[in-house]
C-alpha cells in the first residue's frame, strides 16, 4: 500500500494544473477588460448600430416572397464580461423527394443558418469574430430517417474564428451583416471577412 506522502506527490501536478487555468483565465479577463476600457464604446456602438439595423429589418412586412425568417439579435452575459454579441438569420429550403425518375408528394424541409459571434477580445484593439453556417434538415414527426437523401456535403457550410480590428467596424461594416444574414450577399464579398489574412482565420 503506498505511504500517504507518495500519494500526496502524486496529487502535486493536478494542484499546479488548476491554479495554472485560473491564472491565465485572470489573466485573460485583466486584458479583456482593458481592452474594454480603451475600445469599448466603439464596440458597443457598432453592436448598437446592428442591434437597430436587424430590428429595422423585423418591422419590416411579413411578405411571401422575403427570402430569409425573422433574425435574431442579443447581447449574452459572460463571465469574462467581454461584451458577447450573437446576430443570426435564417431561410427556408425544400427540396422534392424522388423517387427513381418520379417525384413523391411531400418534400424536404431545410433551415438554411447564419450566426455571427461578436466579442472584445484579449488582444489590444481586436474584436473576435465566429461565423457558423449550416444547413439543417427540419425532421418531420415519424418520418423515416434516410440521411442519404437529405445530405448537401459540405456546401453552405462554414466555422471559423478569427481577429478583427475593432477600429475597422463601421456602419458599411453593419450593413453587410445585416447582407449576409438576409441571404443578400455571401460572406466571401463582405470586408469583415475577406480583408482578413487567410492564415489569421482559424476553421473549426
Known sequence: MPHWLEEAEKKR??????????????????RIQENVAK????????????????????????????????????????????HLN????????????????????????????????INISGKEGMCEIELKENILLRETIGAERNSRRKNFGKSGRLHVIYPFPINMLDHEIALEIIDWLAFTKEISECAIFNSVNEDLKRIL
Open 13 to 30: 501536478p493536478a494542484d499546479k494544473k488548476i491554479v495554472s487555468q485560473a491564472d491565465r483565465l485572470k489573466n485573460r479577463y485583466l
Open 86 to 117: 450573437i446576430f443570426s438569420g435564417s431561410k427556408r429550403i425544400i427540396r422534392p423527394r424522388f423517387w427513381g425518375l418520379l417525384p413523391f408528394l411531400d418534400s424536404f424541409r431545410f433551415k438554411h443558418l447564419r450566426v455571427l459571434f
Open 39 to 82: 475600445n469599448g464604446k466603439h464596440f458597443d456602438d457598432f453592436t448598437k448600430d446592428l442591434h437597430e439595423l436587424v430590428a429595422r429589418v423585423n418591422s419590416l412586412p411579413d411578405i411571401q416572397d422575403r427570402p430569409f425568417n425573422r433574425m435574431e439579435a442579443r447581447e449574452k452575459d459572460s463571465k469574462l464580461i467581454n
